[in-house]
Nanobody, 115 residues
Framework: QVQLVESGGGLVQAGGSLKLSCAAS????????MGWYRQAPGKQRELVAS???????NYADSVKGRFTISRDNAKNTVYLQMNSLKPEDTAVYYC?????????WGQGTQVTVSS
């Protein structure tokens, strides 16, 4: 079955950095669009960043210049490097794999940024 397993979340002070990882199994990873979403308490889930099979990337305006998404097709893993973190980045971060009508989610990892 399909599994997306996130890791790397935690508690960090404002201005700090974290790197999230998402290991995928059960899919042809290299053909999927991979993305990171986040959901803060009381808010809707929003796209943070995505990367296509051709390595084209897309970022939410709020994270441009601070976050970098990348993928390693040999390891079936997508990463999110988060720098200059702000308290408003606090949320549960979810990994997503999408291709056509196929859409899969990880269980989420908590990121908390203290001021």
């Amino acid at each position: 079955q399909v599994q997306l397993v996130e890791s790397g979340g935690g508690l960090v002070q404002a201005g700090g950095s974290l790197k999230l990882s998402c290991a995928a199994s059960g899919i042809r990873f290299r053909i999927f669009v991979m993305g990171w979403y986040r959901q803060a308490p009381g808010k809707q889930r929003e796209l943070v960043a995505s990367v296509t099979s051709g390595d084209s990337t897309n970022y939410a305006d709020s994270v441009k210049g601070r976050f970098t998404i990348s993928r390693d097709n040999a390891k079936n893993t997508v990463y999110l490097q988060m720098n200059s973190l702000k308290p408003e980045d606090t949320a549960v971060y979810y990994c997503n794999a999408k291709m056509g009508t196929r859409n899969y989610w990880g269980q989420g990892t908590q990121v908390t940024v203290s001021s």
